[in-house]
């Protein structure tokens, strides 16, 4: 069964950094691109950034690009996301999703908040 | 970007009835290698969004068979054949073909 567990969120100053882990299991995590999606309160689906399965290729939606920056360590079978000079409006769920092998999100996690206000 | 459009945000359903959910992107979705890269996602009530339908048409694991997805082009339908109390949530299609991948705005669906 794949699992997909967030972790790192929290309440942060603007211009602030954090950094989300996603603890994976249940699949051959060195095998798939990963993802992050985030949903502000209230909102829809935003995608944030995708990483290939060697870790050699990534993605940002020009909102992101520049701030924050996908990694991933195969022998932990974990993703990151490092998130720095954050902005009130990346307030959201941030999600860890399993990539298909068409590298489209598949599996999600439950998700971690993090919340940007003084 | 490609924007993704849905109609209607919200339906009211009375179970064993049929739905349906239409989506629209401002481009098409059918790549050169003949998949088009729709995806339709559904998030109950307090959950993280799971993947009902892949590439227009293709049931995810465990899906049932009165979901399906159907369309070409820019013009893509989610039906429910028959409503299910399980079925409540928001459906949110997407599109795979380009990124960034961008998302619907959402149709709510509740049971009447």
């Known amino acids: 069964e794949v699992q997909l567990l967030e972790s790192g969120g929290g309440l942060v100053q603007p211009g602030g950094s954090l950094r989300l882990s996603c603890a994976a299991s249940?699949?051959?995590?060195?095998?798939?691109?990963m993802s992050w999606v985030r949903q502000a309160p209230g909102k829809g689906l935003e995608w944030v950034s995708s990483?290939?399965?060697?870790?050699?290729?990534?993605y940002y939606a020009g909102s992101v690009k520049g701030r924050f920056s996908i990694s991933r360590d195969n022998s932990k079978n974990t993703l990151y996301l490092q998130m720095n000079s954050l902005r009130a409006e990346d307030t959201a769920v941030y999600y860890c999703a399993k990539d298909s092998v068409a590298a489209r999100p598949e599996y999600w996690g439950q998700g971690t908040l993090v919340t940007v206000s003084s | 970007d490609i924007v993704m459009t849905q109609t209607p945000l919200s339906l009211s359903v009375t179970p064993g009835q049929p739905a349906s959910i239409s989506c629209k992107s401002s481009q098409s979705l059918l790549h050169v290698d003949g998949e088009t890269y729709l995806y339709w996602y559904l998030q109950k009530p307090g959950q993280s969004p799971q993947l009902l339908i892949y590439e227009l048409s293709s049931r995810f694991s465990g899906v049932p068979d009165r979901i399906s997805g159907s369309g070409s082009g820019t013009d893509f339908t989610l039906k429910i054949s028959r409503v299910e109390a399980e079925d409540v949530g928001v459906y949110y299609c997407m599109q795979g073909l380009h990124l960034p991948h961008t998302f619907g705005p959402g149709t709510k669906v509740d049971i009447k």
């Open positions: 249940g699949f051959t995590f060195s095998s798939y691109a």
């Open positions: 990483l290939s399965d060697s870790g050699g290729s990534t």
